[in-house]
Each structure stands twice: as C-alpha cells, then as structure tokens.
C-alpha cells in the first residue's frame, strides 16, 4: 500500500518531468562545493550557477520564499564545506547568520540572488586567502583559532599565550615571522572584517556592533575603522548596505 507521501513524490517527479524541471546534477554541485572551499576561484567561476535558474526544487509556492529557502540551504552547505576545509567555525558561523539575517529580510528575488552571489564569492575569497596564508605551525595556527573562537571577548598576547602554554615573547614573534602582522594587529583586522559584514549585511546599531566585538568604546571603534578601512562606519553602511550591493 503505497503512503501519502509516496504518492506526492511520484505527482511531483511526473510534474518536474513534463515541465522540464530537473534538480542540479549532484557531482556538478560537490564540484562546485569543493571548488568553494579550496578558494578556487576559477571553477567557481565555471560551476557558479546563479539562484534564480530553473534546475532548483520548488520549496515554497512564493518565489521569494522558494529562493529564500535555497539561499539558506546554500548558506548553510557553504559553511560547513568551509569549516572542514579550515576556516574557523566562529567565522563561518557568524557569516552564516549574518547572510541569512540579510536574505530574512529581503523582498525580492534580485536582492536574493544578489546576497547568493556576495556570499559565495565571500567565502571562496576568505577560503583563498586562508589557504595562501596558512602555512603556520602548531602555536600559531592555534593562536589564530583562539582569536576567531573568542573574538567578542578582551584578548590580549597574554591570554593567548596562556591558554596555549608557551611563552608570550615567543609566540608573538613567531606569529609576526609567519603572517606577516603582529598579533593585536592582527586581531583589530578580524573585528574590522566582521564590523564590515555586520554594517553590510545587518541592522546593528554602530554602537551595538562596537560592543559585540568588545571595542574599548565606540568613539574608538569609529577611529579604528576608518585609519583601516579609510571611511567611517556610517559610511561603509551608506556605501553598501541593501540595495547599493553589486558584486
């Protein structure tokens, strides 16, 4: 005896026959999975195909909804490629959050199809720069780890050192030789990056967001961005919130 379900997926097989309408071929898309977490742009590139075509189920009768839906799934597969490729799971986490915050509160397919694409070049670009970057030995690569995992917390050469058990001195000057950057620069760049995607991709107040990522004051978190980025918070947020997104 065949179950209600059974028979709504034979109705829905015959109807996406007839229509034409057929999922992504699965190797294509661990293809371009993988390609995603090996920061290979180029096959991104060439695998890369843009939320609004027609090879998708239909998860919703609303097609804001339908793309919404797959956004999420895409944003959510994305990540956890992207974590078991090396990028910190704090990281990926909250530009996952930060993504689907942005597509909750989009109305329209063009703005969904443009967060798929923002986010997909994000992560591919992070997952490159990683990936070019990270030949680190075992202090370092932990001290990176510790920053990312406990960036909304006051972090200091001290508190890293202690918690991995090596002497602070040594670390820091390690960790200059391999990345190029002092530790405390190091960590204002990770809060600066993140500051950016909040202002992008969220409705965090300026102070709200000096707060989340422990900046000693907001008057502070304002002249720390603009020395990095070379334009205040309010004007990064006017530049490319919403609707002025273009990849």
């Not at 944003?75 to 990028?87: D, N, Q, S």
């Not at 070019?132 to 990312?148: D, R, T, Y």
């Not at 102070?207 to 020395?227: A, D, G, P, Q, R």
Request: net charge positive.
């Amino acid at each position: 005896m065949r179950t209600n379900s059974t028979k709504e997926l034979e109705l829905a097989l015959l109807s996406q026959s007839e229509n034409g309408m057929f999922h992504a071929a699965y190797g294509k898309e661990l293809n371009f999975y993988r390609a995603v977490q090996n920061g290979d742009i180029d096959t991104v590139m060439e695998l890369y195909t843009p939320l609004d075509t027609l090879d998708k189920g239909v998860l919703s009768r609303s097609p804001v909804r339908n793309y919404r839906y797959h956004l999420i799934v895409s944003i959510a597969l994305i990540t956890r490629f992207c974590i078991e490729g090396g990028l910190p799971t704090e990281t990926a986490y909250t530009l996952s959050d930060l993504y689907i915050n942005r597509a909750d509160l989009s109305d329209s397919v063009s703005d969904l199809v443009i967060i798929h694409k923002y986010m997909i070049s994000d992560y591919t670009n992070r997952m490159y720069q990683m990936k070019k970057s990270n030949i680190m030995s075992m202090p370092v690569s932990q001290a990176v780890n510790f920053i990312h995992k406990n960036i909304r917390k006051p972090i200091t050469e001290a508190s890293i050192a202690d918690s991995l058990s090596v002497n602070a001195s040594y670390l820091s000057s390690l960790f200059k030789k391999e990345l190029g950057i002092g530790i405390k620069s190091y960590i204002t760049s990770v809060r600066i990056d993140i500051a950016k995607n909040m202002l992008q991709f969220s409705d965090y107040s300026y102070t709200e967001i000096s707060n989340y990522l422990c900046f000693s004051s907001h008057s502070y978190f304002i002249s720390v961005f603009k020395k990095q980025v070379g334009i205040t918070p309010k004007q990064y947020r006017t530049n490319y919130f919403q609707s002025n997104w273009r990849i």
